[in-house]
């Protein structure tokens, strides 16, 4: 039995965070991507995802956030991921997306 995906949406002083929770994979992957269409193309918000809570990402997820990044980029608003597991870091550096996902500091 895999862990169920949920996504907190809350509202920030500065913007929307949102809170990936679970497995993040083909079966959740249609409920995330309805959920976050409106919040991807809201230009005038801030958008944060938090993957601290999130234990799996497969393609599937990974083509999702690369779909917002590029949406979000389109509407130069800004993005930021954080909170990234160790593991799905991991991922994110095989696949070359870390550095469009993690802010550089």
């Known amino acids: 039995m895999s862990h169920k995906f949920t996504a907190v949406t809350l509202k920030e002083a500065d913007g929307i965070r949102v809170k990936l929770q679970g497995e993040l994979d083909l079966a959740a992957a249609g409920e995330f991507r309805t959920m976050m269409e409106p919040l991807a193309v809201d230009p005038s918000t801030k958008l944060t995802l938090d993957l601290s809570e999130l234990s799996y990402i497969d393609s599937t ?12 980029h389109a509407e130069q608003a800004p993005f930021f991921v954080e909170n990234v597991p160790s593991h799905v870091q991991k991922l994110f550096d095989v696949t070359g997306i870390s550095k469009f996902l993690i802010p550089q500091h």
């Open 61 to 72: 997820g990974i083509g999702i956030l690369i779909s917002i990044l590029k949406v979000r």
